[in-house]
Nanobody, 116 residues
């Protein structure tokens, strides 16, 4: 199974930008899709952006127009570029397959804190 590890989190002021990276242990071409998930305290982890093998993308309303996903299959690498950050973007960010087929596949996430 492909394992993924997110990195690049940190603190950013509201309105600022941040780019997260995700390195995978194997080829992501075997997956139906890949995506970024976000978890805030007290809430379930949610999918916020997905990129599919047919080259389509899907964004949650909360991040549409502000976040962008990039997939580099040749480097087993995903990026998430966050712009116009908002305090409600604060949370732990994870990357993983879409859909999740193995509940034990979660790798380390990265914390993002947006201050107002």
């Amino acid at each position: 199974q492909v394992q993924m590890a997110a990195s690049g989190g940190g603190s950013v002021q509201a309105g600022g930008s941040l780019t997260l990276s995700c390195k995978t242990s194997g080829s992501i071409d075997v997956l139906d899709g890949v995506g970024w998930y976000r978890q805030v305290p007290g809430k379930e982890r949610e999918l916020i952006v997905a990129a599919y093998a047919n080259r389509t993308t899907d964004y949650a309303d909360s991040v549409e127009g502000r976040f962008a996903i990039a997939v580099y299959s040749d480097r087993n690498l995903l990026l998430l570029t966050m712009t116009d950050a908002k305090p409600e973007d604060t949370g732990a960010y994870y990357c993983n397959a879409v859909p999740i087929t193995n509940p034990n596949s979660w790798g380390p996430g990265t914390q993002v804190t947006v201050s107002s």
